[in-house]
């Protein structure tokens, strides 16, 4: 389509995803996950976050605080997020990679530091 520059104001409209046919959302959001890292953060109240109930895990992922962020995204600028939402000092903030155990537990592995350049997937 050809317009002139000077009625590109008459012809674009700003569009928003309730816009959008829903076919075409739902293939624009599959094709934005592997563009994004859930990273769940659990903060030092425990006792809050698992409760008075016995898991086979360290802490119930169910209750902890997820994160959605890009996975261009440095280790340090994850953890200025945190310390901007959850109010805790980066000096203070340790992060783990955890992985899943065959009897499907989740188990932290190793450290996650911030000389690493981006967010692991």
Known sequence: MYACESEKAKI???VDE?????????????EEVHMYTNIKVCDGDLHKQIG????????DLDKVRC???????SVALFQEEVAKELGVPVQY??????????????RPVHPLTSQKKALPR
């Not at 309730?18 to 599959?30: G, P, Q, V, W, Y």
């Not at 008075?52 to 802490?59: Q, S």
């Not at 959605?68 to 995204?73: E, F, G, I, S, V």
């Open 12 to 14: 674009l409209c700003k």
């Open 18 to 30: 309730m816009d959008m046919a829903e076919h075409l959302r739902i293939r624009l959001k599959k």
């Open 52 to 59: 008075k109930h016995i898991y086979f895990d360290l802490v």
């Open 67 to 73: 994160f959605r962020m890009q996975n261009q995204t």
């Open 93 to 106: 903030q340790r992060f783990w990679w955890w992985e899943k155990r065959s009897n499907n537990t989740y």
